[in-house]
C-alpha cells in the first residue's frame, strides 16, 4: 500500500509541482493551500503517513501548523519546506518535531529523495546534520561555503551575495552581484514573469555560480567579487532542473 501524503503550500503552482512529483512516484496524494483547511482535512492523524507544509503562509506558518499536527499526533511526520529563513528556523523546526527540513527551490530528485528518507525513518532519527548541511553547501574540492549576507538594490534591482569560503588555509569572501537585467534574461528564459520561489530563485543562482567557480578553478577563485552577466551554460542546466519540476516524471 502506497503511503498518504498531505500537502500543504498556499502557492498553486508549487503544490501542483510537488502533487505530480510525489503522485508520480507512487504515493497517494492529498493538497490544501490552506493550512486551516489542512487540519480538517488531517483530523486525528490516522489517514497519513506524513505531512509536507511550506514555512510562510497567511493563516499560520508552518512551524505553529507543525505544532498542532503533533498535538493531535505525537507520532506524525512533518517534512518543513521554505524558501525564507535561514539554519535558525530549520533548527527550530525540527526542535519542534518536523522530521525534515527541505529549502526551496529544490529538483524532483531532492524532493522525492527527502520524502522517501522522511517515510521510511524513525521519526526520532531527525537528520540535524544533514539540515545544515544544506546551509553550507559543499564543492567538489572540498572547501564549503554559505551565505552570509544579501542584498537588493531599491533603485536598480540588482542583488549582491556575499558568502564565507572556507578552505583548508583559512577563511575568504567572495560577493556575487546579480544584476536586475539578467534577472529579466532569466525570466525570459524561462518564459515568466515570476520565478518560482521568489527572490530565493536568485539567490540561489549566486550560491549555484559560486559552487560552480570552486569546481572550475580547483579551490577559490582569484578574484573576490563575481558578477553574473550573462546566462552560462551551468546556470541554464540549473534552471532547466527546477522549472522542469513541474512535469517531471
Given amino acids: 500500500m502506497s503511503s498518504k501524503i498531505l500537502v500543504i503550500d498556499d502557492e498553486s503552482c508549487i503544490l501542483k509541482m510537488m502533487e505530480i512529483v510525489l503522485a508520480n512516484a507512487g504515493y497517494s496524494v ?3 493551500e490552506s493550512p486551516k483547511n489542512a487540519l480538517d482535512i488531517y483530523g486525528n492523524g490516522a489517514n497519513f503517513d506524513l505531512v509536507i507544509t511550506d514555512f510562510k503562509m497567511p493563516e499560520m ?21 521554505s524558501g525564507y529563513g535561514g539554519i535558525d528556523t530549520a533548527l527550530e523546526a525540527l526542535n519542534k518535531g518536523a522530521i525534515d527540513f527541505l529549502r526551496k527551490p529544490f529538483t524532483p530528485d531532492a524532493l522525492r529523495n527527502a520524502v522517501r528518507s522522511a517515510v521510511e525513518r524513525d521519526r526520532k532519527q531527525t537528520p540535524v546534520t544533514a539540515v545544515c548541511r544544506e546551509f553550507s553547501r559543499h564543492s567538489l574540492n572540498g572547501t564549503s561555503f554559505e551565505l552570509k549576507e544579501k542584498e537588493y538594490d531599491e533603485q536598480f534591482g540588482d542583488l549582491t551575495c556575499k558568502f564565507e569560503v572556507t578552505t583548508p588555509t583559512g577563511i575568504r569572501t567572495i560577493t556575487v552581484s546579480l544584476p536586475a537585467y539578467v534577472q529579466e534574461l532569466i525570466r525570459a528564459y524561462i518564459d515568466s514573469d515570476e520565478v518560482p520561489c521568489g527572490n530565493r530563485f536568485f539567490e540561489a543562482i549566486c550560491e549555484e555560480t559560486v559552487a560552480n567557480e570552486l569546481k572550475e578553478n580547483g579551490g577559490v577563485p582569484l578574484t573576490s567579487r563575481i558578477k553574473i552577466e550573462n546566462l552560462t551554460k551551468d546556470i541554464q542546466r540549473w534552471i532547466d532542473s527546477m522549472v522542469s519540476v513541474a512535469v517531471a516524471p
Fill in 30 to 32: 492529498t493538497t490544501s
Fill in 61 to 81: 506558518n508552518g512551524i505553529e501548523l507543525e505544532g498542532e499536527i503533533l498535538r493531535r499526533d505525537p507520532s506524525a511526520k512533518v517534512l518543513l519546506i
